[in-house]
């Protein structure tokens, strides 16, 4: 037995002439959030249909929580919970209605069907809206519902397709708490996202996508650490003193970024102690530093920088 | 664990699920689907009021002039009415389908543990829940009318067999569409656009020998106008193995055809 709940090796799928994915490799242990980072039609849907058994892969494997995805679909499907991009819920339901269909056709009989809606509805702060037609609910009620109804057969591994894209910065915050409690309870989950700031908060490592390949992978620290890049932010007292200044760090092997007549500028470095070099430079030029900051590469720096090779 | 483990090319017929389970799991899915109509009373107005209202209009305002009296026109126009109205009512299935497939709500049901045969049995066995509920209201207004079952109890059980059999090979036509549709109202209009002259241009109405001959050549082949010959026989009395086997071909007809389609269509669509 191996504690990868995900475990999918060289996986590709075309949609005629498109190939959505190409040789996607992915592990994700027990317990533990992977985000899947990538710009639309980047394959991450697509990995996530494939990992759910809703489409069927054309080449490569794949097993979810232990079970191979192409001969062992059903197991899969008991073992799973999938919320997609967009709430998928029936909006002619009571939103109670829609947890005791999921209850139902798990198998569970009337009572524990009932039970568990009505805990859920709890959970999810949606008690109140149980009786009331999903249709009349915000985006944010929907959300939270379909990832209530994702998680009534209690299971294993989670898909959370984009699970926040649309929604308002309360009920964002509000569905990475609920994620953040699933995974305490010992929940896997795999989530995509657009939305770094999502990555770096729940995702316990990162996988990147780009034309349906995987370009990088790693924790939010490695990637930021590896393909990131630090900068060092100045800004002159004095305008005049900036090309004096940009010759000497030019001499000191920097490449500074400035905008002609502005105080500020931008130094790209490789490593923490060049900011001492920096400053030797800037000394030499005799040029007065209001501001100086060392800038830690973000994830978005990866991202961009990321999806920008793999566009060139 | 089974010893001996299958080999399944496809996934998505891996066959896990009993089909007791799958029973259960249809008419779980029956259950949501009538369930939706709670909520949405219009959809009761549109299999319940529509047809009551077609009955009223036609029996009252043309049934004098084209059979004499209204009392006899209704005895010819209901068993008719029913089987046009039968025809509506399976869009819903498409209808229904085709609402899952854009919200959604297809994707999660494919993520169940689910029999792959269950969404579509769901919504085809709440359809024929619906059919029969149309049908005992419109002979329950033909009653009150003064329509008069001309045949036995066994006459009136045939009908609704033979008006079911058809509505569930008719389903299949409404899954297409349901499938190929880009959103629910292209199904809606398909229904408005497609049905309503096939329905019209059939002997529920008026009677065949009243139209033109080109017409009539299509009005007798029509399996609404089969249908209805059927249904009449059935229940006020007259031929009815002619007209019934005739329908049942195009039941066979349909589903050759149109099963396999919806299948292929529903596959490349998810």
Known sequence: MTDLMIDAADVSKAFGDVKALDGVSLQVPKGTVTGLLGHNGAGKTTLVNLLTTVLPLDAGGATVAGHDVTTDGHEVRSRIGLTGQFASVDEQLTGLHNLVLIARLLGASRRQAADRASELLELFDLAAAADRKVDTYSGGMKRRLDLAASLVGHPDVVFLDEPTTGLDPTSRLGLWEIVEKLVDDGTTVLLTTQYLEEADRLADSITVLSNGQVVAAGTAAELKADIGQRTVAITLAEAAAAPEALAALRRAGFSPIHDEGRRAMTIPVDAANALAAVVRALDDANAEVAELALHEPTLDDVYLTLTHQAAA | ?270
């Open chain 2, 1 to 270: 664990m089974t010893a001996v483990t299958a080999t399944p090319s496809d996934p998505a017929v891996t066959p896990r699920v009993g089909p007791i389970e799958g029973l259960r799991q249809s008419l779980t899915l029956a259950w949501r689907t009538l369930v939706q109509i709670r909520h949405n009373p219009w959809e009761l107005g549109d299999f319940s009021f529509q047809p009551i209202m077609f009955v009223l209009l036609f029996t009252y305002v043309f049934g004098g002039a084209i059979s004499g009296s209204t009392g006899e026109y209704l005895t010819f126009a209901l068993p008719g009415i029913i089987v046009m109205n039968m025809v509506f009512v399976t869009m819903y299935v498409g209808l229904g389908l085709n609402t899952d497939l854009t919200k959604g709500v297809f994707d999660r049901l494919r993520s169940l543990p689910l029999a792959r045969w269950a969404p579509l049995a769901g919504r085809i066995t709440a359809d024929l829940v619906k059919q029969a509920w149309s049908v005992a209201l419109l002979l329950g207004v033909g009653a009150l009318l003064g329509f008069r079952l001309g045949a036995s109890v066994v006459g009136l059980i045939g009908m609704v067999v033979l008006l079911l059999v058809f509505a569930l090979a008719f389903s299949w036509v409404s899954v297409l569409v349901g499938v190929l549709a880009k959103d629910p109202e292209q199904v809606q209009l398909f229904g408005f656009t497609a049905l309503f002259p096939v329905t019209f241009v059939s002997n529920v109405f008026v009677p065949t020998q009243t139209m033109p001959g080109w017409l009539q050549a299509f009005v007798e082949i029509n399996p609404v106008t089969l249908l209805s010959d059927a249904a009449r026989g059935l229940l006020v009395g007259g031929p009815v193995a002619g007209p019934a086997i005739g329908s049942l071909l195009w039941a066979a007809g349909i589903t050759a055809v149109f099963a396999p389609l919806s299948v292929w269509g529903l596959k490349r669509r998810v």
